[in-house]
């Protein structure tokens, strides 16, 4: 049985506006506003959400930057570009390109010839032992993981509910665990959740974040240092929730 189902992303963000603007360009998707200055970025179709939301307003935020992997044409490329996006030089000829966006995020893309219809392939988080941490989150969501020769990165596929193809897990430098972009869970089995590893980080957030739930949310970390946010449908007593606190969390090791 799986731990929990995916909910959405959170993304924080010095200028939620900027930020909101280009994401939501960039994965066609819709954009509204949402109590204490943040954005929601949806798509009816896929059932895709993004939460952009001020960085001083998330517990334990750290303004560091994330990474989306997109299937795109090649005009899309280009309106990109225009949207504010650059070039950066570390693809060493690889049959994509790695644009940066606003507040140190970037996308790999991958062009192709005709028009995408779901562009979204992949969204990267970090991890010091990528496959352990596929491994995790597979279980936790009830799906298959697989990994590259050496370990040096590891996916999650078949997530239920998820928008993306696969989750991926790397040990690259630049993409602490902790950072800016965070899943967004819901359980059923909030202590089960806390047996299998997680760690409860924050209490519970205030009712202007979780905007669109009035059930417990809570910020957690995963052992290897990965954060993310659980709502609890579960209905278990305070105590249940938190009997286990994160140790702090050290960095790569």
Known sequence: MPFATFHDLWLEASDPAVVAHFWGTALAL?????????????????????????????????????RIHVDVDEAEVDRLRRLGACRVDDDDGEPWLVLRGPEDSELRCFPTPEPVADRRYEIVLAATQPVKSARWWARVFGAVHESAAGGDYAWVAQVPDAPFETLLFTDVEWLPARRRVRMRLATSDMPGLIRYGAAMVAGQLPPVIAH???????????????????????????????????KPYMGPR
């Open 30 to 66: 819709e954009r509204g506003p949402l109590p204490g200055g943040g954005y929601q970025l949806g798509d009816p179709q896929s059932g895709l959400t993004m939460n952009v939301m001020p960085s001083a307003a998330v517990p334990m935020s750290n303004l560091a930057g994330f």
């Open 212 to 246: 669109d739930d009035p059930r417990p949310s809570y910020v957690m970390r995963c052992a290897d240092g990965l954060e993310f946010i659980v709502v609890d449908t579960s209905g278990a007593p305070e105590s249940a929730r938190t009997s286990r606190p994160a």
